[in-house]
T-cell receptor
């Protein structure tokens, strides 16, 4: 199994600012995934973070808005840039070990 | 196209009733995995089960049971003798070998169990 630590667990931010979310895994993994869950909605994949290469973004998500870093095999960050109230969501980091998916506890972001 | 469809948006039951959550999926892969997750009001995702496409055996775990039928592309979840603590949002998800096993989630079903 994998233990994933996400920081911060929650934050309230002013519009126009940026927040960086950290994800630390206790195992070395090739791919790390970032999901967004808007209020009352399901989880949507934002991007896949690969170590040593640029992240791969899903349709509707762009690097300028959600820059991702992946400096090593156990760590990744997601930045939510120039935030607006529509960015208020839970952001979750996830990894696969084999075909099993593990999730962090999520970052609950509120933009005011 | 939606890969995972959870037809029920909300289900409300009285304690001790059984509740079945439907999940229908769509894939062209022969190798894929199906998942159920529980999300209580606190927000974390709790893993319940993973089933691979080659294993159609039904599974029972305590009050939880799952019925996987490839012929109808369904992976339904039943909670027997529901309890108030079962109140949560339940997500069905699919991962496919052709998509690096990224998860595609259904819209979720909110289950409310009343005392």
């Amino acid at each position: 199994s994998a233990v994933i630590s996400q920081k911060p667990s929650r934050d309230i931010c002013q519009r126009g600012t940026s927040l960086t979310i950290q994800c630390q895994v206790d195992s070395q993994v090739t791919m790390m995934f970032w999901y967004r869950q808007q209020p009352g909605q399901s989880l949507t994949l934002i991007a896949t973070a690969n170590q040593g290469s640029e992240a791969t973004y899903e349709s509707g998500f762009v690097i300028d808005k959600f820059p991702i870093s992946r400096p090593n095999l156990t760590f990744s960050t997601l930045t939510v840039s120039n935030m607006s109230p529509e960015d208020s969501s839970i952001y979750l980091c996830s990894v696969n070990l084999g075909t099993e998916a593990f999730f962090g506890q999520g970052t609950r972001l509120t933009v005011v | 196209a939606q890969k995972v469809t959870q037809a029920q948006t909300e289900i409300s039951v009285v304690e001790k009733e059984d509740v079945t959550l439907d999940c229908v999926y769509e894939t062209r892969d022969t190798t894929y995995y199906l998942f159920w997750y529980k999300q209580p009001p606190s927000g974390e995702l709790v893993f319940l089960i993973r089933r691979n496409s080659f294993d159609e055996q039904n599974e029972i775990s305590g009050r939880y049971s799952w019925n996987f039928q490839k012929s109808t592309s369904s992976f339904n979840f039943t909670i027997t003798a529901s309890q108030v603590v079962d109140s949560a949002v339940y997500f069905c998800a699919l991962s496919e070998s052709s998509n690096d096993y990224k998860l595609s989630f259904g819209a979720g079903t909110t289950v409310t169990v009343r005392a």
